[in-house]
């Protein structure tokens, strides 16, 4: 059953990252502008224009350049840029590599920002801190991606100047100046995820310490510590792993963003500026890997869901 689950999941996954491509695709080409125009200048002949669609096969059936590209795709091949004259995937792999090295970033913060707060907030409800907790998670909800990287470039780079204003990774010396580089946006991500996180899993573990298996290990006189450790959180992880699956989906698109705030050298900035440039080769092979990470989290995401949640495995 559970892998009957998990195959369907990823043919599910498969057909609609085919059905992705095909948008991309499509995209591109209602563009405006000549791409053949683009390589060769305003000044070129229809001649030189002719022969530039031949060598690009602009002038075979939408059909076939699509299953040419596509076909492209899976090798890897993207063609070269038209403004670099460089193959596309060797403008795009540094780029994937620095968007997936903040992702895990964000990531490695988001977890434990998310449990902290979350098991504070349930072992201490009603209290104070719990209402601290749950105004600031709201606040938080509240506030955009944009305006929270704003907040923190004015503390941290502009008034205390601990951190770069730029997250210029590439130009890093070493270790401590990559994570310098690094910590604002996966700070703003994380703070972004956590949020929601948070509210979600103080809810679930209220609700798992108000049953009767775990109100019987606080009468055994178990510290309320290992109650929460032990018995609620592991129970109240279920839910919480659809939040994560949804902040895993929403942190490849909301990298784009963070990106353009601190300068990062990553995949979505690069697709900002290859559609300013209106790069076609670069849109769409950029386009297509966000897409894929995209599709991919989700999946990776969904699996998680129904490897740890006994009730997901048999369910039909």
């Known amino acids: 059953m559970l892998r009957r689950l998990i195959l369907t999941r990823v043919l599910t996954s498969l057909g609609t990252l085919l059905l992705v491509s095909m948008f991309i695709f499509g995209a591109v080409e209602l563009l405006p502008g000549d791409v053949a125009r683009q390589i060769v200048g ?3 002949s229809e001649q030189q224009l ?17 299953l040419s590209w596509l076909g ?4 890897l091949d993207f063609g070269n840029g038209i403004i670099s004259k460089r193959p596309v995937i060797g403008i795009i792999a540094p780029r994937l590599r620095n968007t997936l090295i903040l992702a895990l970033a964000a990531f490695i913060l988001y977890v434990p920002i998310s449990l902290v707060f979350s098991l504070l907030s ?19 909800l509240s506030i955009p991606e944009f305006v929270m990287g704003t907040i923190l470039l004015i503390i941290f780079a502009s008034s205390l100047r601990w951190l770069p204003a730029l997250s210029l990774i590439e ?19 994380a703070i972004a995820m956590s949020a929601y996180a948070i509210r979600m899993l103080r809810d679930n573990l209220i609700e798992v310490l108000d049953s009767e298996y775990v109100l019987m290990a606080t009468l055994k006189g178990l510290p309320r510590r290992n109650v ?6 592991p129970n109240a992880l279920g839910p919480a792993l659809n939040v994560t699956a949804l902040n895993l989906v929403y942190l490849i698109g909301g990298v784009v963003i963070v990106e353009r705030i601190f300068s990062y050298p990553g995949l979505g900035s690069l697709l900002v500026d290859s559609i300013s440039l209106r790069d ?9 890997l966000v897409s894929a990470t995209y599709i991919l989290a989700n999946l990776a995401a969904d699996v998680g869901v129904l490897l740890l949640n006994p009730r997901l495995r048999t369910s039909t």
């Open 42 to 44: 305003r000044e070129a």
């Open 50 to 66: 002719q022969i530039i669609r031949q060598q690009l096969g602009l002038d075979r059936p939408v059909v076939d350049r699509y």
């Open 72 to 75: 492209g795709a899976l090798r």
């Open 122 to 140: 349930a072992g201490f409800r009603g209290r104070h801190i719990d209402a601290l907790l749950s105004g600031v998670t709201l606040v938080t």
């Open 171 to 189: 130009d890093a010396r070493n270790v401590g100046e990559a994570l310098r580089a690094l910590l604002m946006p996966a700070l703003t991500l």
């Open 228 to 233: 929460l450790l032990q018995h609620a959180l």
């Open 280 to 288: 076609a080769p670069l849109i769409s092979a950029a386009a297509l």
